[in-house]
């Protein structure tokens, strides 16, 4: 008996001590120190021609200037050479239904929002309040993947808003795709999209899932999945932040047309 | 007689230097040296040139801090070599490599089996999909298969099981799914920011580690010498990142033995050390931190604040886990005497990182072959015998304290000055440079081969992965299925770094 009662108190200890880990509103919370989301472009006096070689991915156009959030390695460079044209802000909301969604253009502030008009009506009639999803990791290099995972956890919680990742694809309503698509992944990719009962939803999670990231070039990748069926929902990151997974899903979820 | 030429970790040395052997004297020279447990392979690779393969092998001399460097050249592809492996284990990897990347054939390799069916593998008829799994014919034995997509937010990889009932008679893993042609990138892009960032993406959860072994790698090819301000800043993020990774697999442990208190606590003790990484540099896996030739985010009073303040909160509350976590009865059941990897195996198959350290090997880059700040810090590898489960979880806890230690001691000496940007560009011609480091997995290796003209032409990356998955295969013997997730995450291996 004494060894039990001493056992429960160290456990209520731990558990007064912890306090209360989750964040109270994921819609609203800052993201602490430094964090390099939605772009701030101004085309004043920018070297347009060196802008749009620095960029590793290839992310930047010119005329007018636009970031692609889908190939954009937020490795900020262009920020630290042109601190007067680029600015990375703290807005993790960058999420978008759609690809051209993800382009960010000069001069503008917008948010970005997860435009429900390009939503398909099942998908808020059927997942408003539950959404179950199979993570598929093809290629991915385990940051967005301990980043998904992150998503679940006390803090992030977004087991709150009814959004787990589910064990098998049966008991799935979609998949969220990691990393730039390897060959070897092709087909396990497909059997377990096929597996996925109807209706069901595709997530691009991760520059490399979206555009191939630094791997675009690669002979090692089959993107051949992504020609087939329409994309849900893109979330931009590298890696994604768990904040920016859970409003882009809840904003593909939950968004009012 | 040793015919290799001894150079140092991150030395930049001409490809001329490099002794060329007789295959069979380089054979007989490598797989004698591996003998003795103070020398083992850290990479062995091949270049194709006009004149045949070109294979290049390095042995580190822990006792001595050296790398022994030599090479042969394989003309004839026609015939069949004896292996390395046939007379030490620890080499398998690599030849399996070597056979798949150029086709050499070995007579008397004892598996020659596929490593990650590379896209510009030899033999391109090869597919993963009808690889051959060791099979048995018995009424009693029965196979499961899992992967490669698994059941939680995790890697894709293939693991075949035969078991009698609920114990796991062998295991074989296959690899190569998550294989992306990482290597070729290096050579094409023509920005160091490019190749800086496929280092970052190597291993996305060992970004320092495998980004600070390109950044060595690049500035000993360049010549370029990094500042006091860069090689602390190094230093801590290297520490941090292993922390921060070691309190998520103490989470990831406690889950899979289904101690909910653990793996909540552990779980939310990550959070804090990954926002530092963010208030730092911006990212919470440190991408963006490390860049060759730069101070990219230096180590200002405020981020050695939030550093302290981190600590401050971080410490007590996961001493008090685990002191709980350790006096159950129920954990301990779980983890001790499970998944064994006994000293003398670990050492056969050339184990490295925690997974020897846990099986009394002493492999510790920090300690072998120091590099940043860790001479100074006089690093001490910690090192424990049993080679179970409970000996892993234990190290991660213990290592996580040294490391607070040591960024502790770095926030005392914080240099005044921050280096400007400096991006060294000019890599020395004909040259051959090797970058060693300690990720929280182990030893990362980076070798680079630049041409004439100072272009790269071969990058070589060994994660330490490469070598440890044998050792899970081998620790899940004679233990139960149900047991297999939380030894797999014990070694918590990587995928990607493996398939490349």
């Known amino acids: 008996m004494h060894v039990n009662a001493t056992g429960m108190i160290s456990d209520i200890k731990i558990l007064l001590h912890q306090g209360k880990q989750y964040i109270p509103d994921v819609t609203t919370v800052e993201v602490p120190g430094r964090f390099r989301g939605r772009p701030l472009i101004t085309g004043a006096n920018a070297d347009v021609e060196k802008l749009v070689k620095l960029c590793p991915t290839g992310a930047i156009s010119a005329q007018p200037i636009r970031i692609d959030m889908g190939k954009c390695m937020f490795c900020a460079e262009c920020e630290r050479t042109f601190p007067s044209n680029i600015t990375f802000t703290k807005d993790y909301k960058i999420s978008a239904a759609t690809r051209e969604g993800l382009i960010v253009g000069e001069g503008s502030d917008e948010p970005i929002v997860v435009d429900p008009n390009a939503v398909r009506s099942e998908i808020r009639k059927f997942f408003g309040k539950s959404l179950k999803l199979r993570q598929v990791s093809a290629g991915g290099d385990n940051s967005c993947e301990w980043e998904l995972n992150a998503a679940g956890n006390v803090n992030f919680d977004m087991g709150r808003f009814g959004i787990e990742f589910v064990a098998s694809p049966r008991h799935a309503d979609g998949i969220v795709i990691t990393g730039p698509i390897s060959r070897n992944m092709a087909e396990p990719l497909q059997i377990c999209y096929d597996a996925v009962p109807h209706p069901k939803i595709i997530i691009l999670a991760g520059t490399d899932a979206i555009s191939g990231g630094m791997f675009a070039g690669s002979d090692a990748l089959d993107r051949s999945f992504l020609a087939k069926y329409p994309v849900d929902l893109y979330v931009p990151g590298n890696p994604v932040h768990p904040l920016t997974f859970i409003n882009g899903v809840l904003g593909l979820i939950r968004g009012k047309r | 007689m040793t015919k290799a030429l001894t150079v140092k970790n991150n030395q930049c040395v001409r490809v001329p230097e490099i002794p060329l052997l007789d295959y069979a004297d380089f054979l007989e020279?490598?797989?004698?040296?591996?003998?003795?447990?103070?020398?083992?392979?850290?990479?062995?690779?091949?270049?194709?040139?006009?004149?045949?393969?070109?294979?290049?092998?390095?042995?580190?001399?822990?006792?001595?801090?050296?790398?022994?460097?030599?090479?042969?050249?394989?003309?004839?592809?026609?015939?069949?070599y004896p292996s390395f492996s046939a007379r030490h284990l620890s080499f398998h990897a690599f030849e399996r490599e070597l056979h798949e990347s150029f086709g050499i054939r070995y007579a008397d390799h004892p598996w020659m089996k596929p490593l990650r069916y590379a896209a510009q593998r030899a033999d391109r008829s090869a597919d993963i999909r009808n690889y051959p799994f060791y099979q048995i014919e018995s009424e009693e034995l029965h196979e499961v298969g899992v992967g490669p997509i698994h059941a939680g937010i995790i890697e894709p990889g293939h693991f075949r099981f035969i078991c009698n009932g609920e114990q796991i008679l062998h295991l074989e893993i296959q690899l190569g799914y998550q294989h992306r042609g990482i290597e070729p990138l290096f050579l094409n892009p023509n920005t160091l920011l490019q190749r800086t960032l496929l280092a970052e993406g190597i291993a996305g959860d060992t970004v320092v580690g495998h980004t600070t072994a390109f950044a060595n790698l690049w500035e000993g090819l360049c010549g370029f010498n990094p500042g006091e301000d860069i090689l602390l800043a190094r230093t801590i993020a290297s520490e941090l990142e292993r922390i921060a990774i070691h309190t998520g697999d103490l989470s990831a442990i406690c889950t899979d033995i289904a101690y909910q208190l653990g793996s909540s606590v552990f779980g939310r003790l990550r959070t804090p050390v990954i926002n530092t990484f963010q208030v730092w540099c911006g990212n919470r896996l440190a991408k963006g931190l490390i860049r060759p030739g730069r101070n990219q985010y230096p180590v200002t009073p405020g981020i050695a604040e939030a550093l302290t303040r981190l600590f401050d909160a971080y410490e007590p509350d996961l001493d008090e886990m685990y002191r709980r976590m350790k006096t159950l009865p129920s954990v301990l059941a779980r983890l001790e005497r499970t998944g064994i990897v006994k000293q003398d195996q670990a050492e056969r198959i050339g184990a490295v990182g925690p997974v020897a350290r846990t099986s009394g090997l002493l492999r510790d880059i920090r300690w072998t072959h120091p590099y940043l700040l860790y001479s100074a810090l006089h690093h001490q590898p910690i090192i424990k015998h049993h080679g179970d489960v409970y000996s892993r979880t234990q190290i991660r806890k213990q290592e996580i304290t040294q490391s607070i230690k040591y960024i502790k001691s770095l926030l005392l000496q914080i240099p005044e000055s921050v280096s400007p940007d400096a991006d060294p560009v000019t890599a020395a011609p004909d040259s051959f440079v090797i970058a060693l480091t300690e990720g929280w997995r182990g030893e990362i290796c980076h070798c680079a081969i630049s041409g004439p003209s100072g272009e790269l032409i071969l990058y070589k990356i060994k994660d330490p992965s490469v070598h440890n998955w044998l050792a899970l295969a081998l620790a899940v013997r004679n233990n139960d299925i149900s047991d297999f997730p939380v030894c797999n995450k014990s070694f918590n291996l990587s995928y990607c770094g493996h398939d490349l």
């Open chain 2, 29 to 80: 020279m490598n797989t004698t040296l591996v003998n003795d447990v103070y020398h083992h392979c850290v990479n062995y690779f091949g270049l194709r040139q006009p004149q045949g393969i070109r294979l290049f092998c390095c042995m580190a001399d822990d006792a001595a801090g050296n790398i022994l460097v030599s090479s042969a050249n394989l003309g004839n592809l026609s015939v069949a």
